[in-house]
Nanobody
Framework: QVQPVESGGGLVQAGGSLRLSCVAP????????MAWYRQVPGRQRELVAS????????YIGSVKGRFTISRDNANWNTIYLQMDSLKPEDAGVYLC????????????WGQGTQVTVSS
């Protein structure tokens, strides 16, 4: 199964920082968007941040000014999520998703990395 691979999660105190990484397999071509979603038990999965092939970024309101999504310019198949000033409500499983294609897109989901923020 073709899946992007996430890393960088862990336990951090409120106010701390984490940096997540996501690497999409080379077999995924024509990457248009890469994004981070957050899954919390009992709640709907939500889009946290996204970045397009042209470098356009978008964020959910609650993380604006604290999180930064970026890509490796040498390897478009790698993205990062720098998370600063973390709050307990930022906790959850962070999943990377890759959109391949535009007109008839395919989506590839990673298995996620756990982020825990202690108060």
């Amino acid at each position: 199964q073709v899946q992007p691979v996430e890393s960088g999660g862990g336990l951090v105190q409120a106010g701390g920082s984490l940096r997540l990484s996501c690497v999409a397999p080379g077999s995924i071509s024509d990457i248009y968007v890469m994004a981070w979603y957050r899954q919390v038990p009992g709640r709907q999965r939500e889009l946290v941040a996204s970045i397009t092939a042209s470098g356009d970024t978008d964020y959910i309101g609650s993380v604006k000014g604290r999180f930064t999504i970026s890509r490796d310019n040498a390897n478009w198949n790698t993205i990062y999520l720098q998370m600063d000033s973390l709050k307990p409500e930022d906790a959850g499983v962070y999943l990377c998703v890759v959109q391949s294609g535009i007109r008839y897109p395919s989506y590839y989901w990673g298995q996620g990395t756990q982020v825990t923020v202690s108060s």
